[in-house]
Every structure is written in structure tokens, then in C-alpha cells.
């Protein structure tokens, strides 16, 4: 079985600063790890993923994340948060019996 | 040219009525989901139809009913409607190949309400 733990609930950064949302998985194999973003009243769309290529993988909008397998961890950044980047982020694992585990999710606010 | 789409968006509804979801993928895909996601908006699995075939089925109340007509589309029926049920519900799909790891894609949600 897997699942994944999103360590803050809450990220509230000002626009231009970095944004960092952390993630840890648990697997018992190697696992193919995905954030998803849903901005308000909409679907979820994937930012990047990780298959066991690169550990550092880039996504869309500017978001980046890498796969530590030392620390479990798969954390997402941005260098420089836009306002548009306000919405809700899903650290997601999947398993080989095709189910993906989501994370509680991180609501990440942007102050102007 | 909609990858995953849902109908209807919203559906209001009292206590006790049978209600349909209808979605569709236009990718190609092989295998289909349902997801829901309460209002602290946790997302679990309900239903996996791949090839038609059911391949998940969660731990969900006999009153939801999936039905996969064809590769393309698979519809969620949901019978004698409780309280319990508002949600929003998600569509997805993806090709399946070795390891099932593929990235599934997401339909933009029916935003359930029953009063």
C-alpha cells in the first residue's frame, strides 16, 4: 500500500517570493509521484510528475519538484509565486494496482 | 476539444431521488474513474472501469452504481440520494500500461448538492 503526507494545510507567501509545499510518501515499491493543482470550483490539473527518470522534474508554470528517496520526500517549488498561483495542491502517489493515494491537499495563498 | 468532460456541472437535488453523472474522455484511454471529494476536499477513489471492465470498487454504498457503455464514457448512477452524497465528483481517465502508473487526466467536477 502507499499514501503520501502533506505536511502544511496552509501556505500563505507575498507575491515574488518563493513557495515551497512539502510532501513525504510512503511506498513499498518505487513509486511514481504526481502533484496536482485545483484552483477554486475547478478541476484538478496536473502540474508534474516523477517515473523514475530525473529526480528533479519540471512541471508547468514555473513549478519544479525532486524525488529525495533517502527522505521520502517530494517536495514542490516555485521560485517566484504569482496571484495566480493561489489554489489548492495535491501531492498524489500511484500504485501499481492503478489507485492514486492523494494527499490532504495545501492551500497556498498569495498576499500582494 | 475537451480531454475529460463531465455532465451536468451542478445538480441540486432533494433526498431520495435517482440521479445520473455522465462523463466522457476523448483521449483514447483505456481506463476510466470515479472520485469524490468531501468538503474538506480529500479525494478517494470510488470506481475503476478498464476496457469496461470493473476493476476497482472501493468501499462504496450498493446506491452508486457505475455503467461503462463503451471505452469512452463511464457514467455513475446514484440511487435513493442521502445527505451524505453532496460532494464533488470527479471523472478520470488514463492509458493503462505495465505498472498502471500512468498520469490520469481530470474532468472538471459535477458539484452535487442534496437538500
Known amino acids: 500500500a502507499q499514501s503520501v503526507t502533506q505536511l502544511d494545510s496552509h501556505v500563505s507567501v507575498s507575491e515574488g517570493t518563493p513557495v515551497l509545499l512539502r510532501c513525504n510518501y510512503s511506498?513499498?515499491?518505487?513509486?511514481?509521484l504526481f502533484w496536482y493543482v485545483q484552483h477554486p470550483n475547478k478541476g484538478l490539473q496536473l502540474l508534474l510528475k516523477?517515473?523514475?527518470?530525473?529526480?528533479l522534474v519540471k512541471g508547468i508554470n514555473g513549478f519544479e519538484a525532486e524525488f529525495k528517496k533517502s527522505e521520502t520526500s517530494f517536495h514542490l517549488t516555485k521560485p517566484s509565486a504569482h496571484m495566480s498561483d493561489a489554489a489548492e495542491y495535491f501531492c498524489?502517489?500511484?500504485?501499481?494496482?492503478?489507485?492514486?493515494?492523494f494527499g490532504a491537499g495545501t492551500t497556498v495563498t498569495v498576499r500582494a | 476539444d475537451t480531454a475529460v468532460s463531465q455532465t451536468p456541472k451542478y445538480l441540486v437535488t432533494q433526498m431520495g431521488n435517482d440521479k445520473s453523472i455522465k462523463c466522457e474522455q476523448n483521449?483514447?484511454?483505456?481506463?476510466m474513474y470515479w472520485y469524490k471529494q468531501d468538503s474538506k476536499k480529500f479525494l478517494k477513489i470510488m470506481f475503476s472501469?478498464?476496457?469496461?471492465?470493473?476493476?476497482i470498487n472501493e468501499t462504496v454504498p450498493n446506491r452508486f452504481s457505475p455503467k461503462s457503455p463503451d471505452k469512452a464514457h463511464l457514467n455513475l448512477h446514484i440511487n435513493s440520494l442521502e445527505l451524505g452524497d453532496s460532494a464533488v465528483y470527479f471523472c478520470?481517465?488514463?492509458?493503462?500500461?505495465?505498472?498502471?502508473?500512468?498520469?490520469?487526466?481530470f474532468g472538471p467536477g459535477t458539484r452535487l448538492l442534496v437538500l
Open positions: 478520470a481517465s488514463s492509458q493503462v500500461g505495465t505498472g498502471g502508473r500512468e498520469t490520469q487526466y
Open positions: 511506498s513499498s515499491y518505487s513509486p511514481s
Open positions: 516523477y517515473t523514475s527518470a530525473a529526480t
Open positions: 498524489v502517489v500511484s500504485g501499481v494496482d492503478y489507485k492514486l493515494s
Open positions: 483521449l483514447g484511454h483505456d481506463t
Open positions: 472501469y478498464n476496457n469496461k471492465e470493473l476493476i
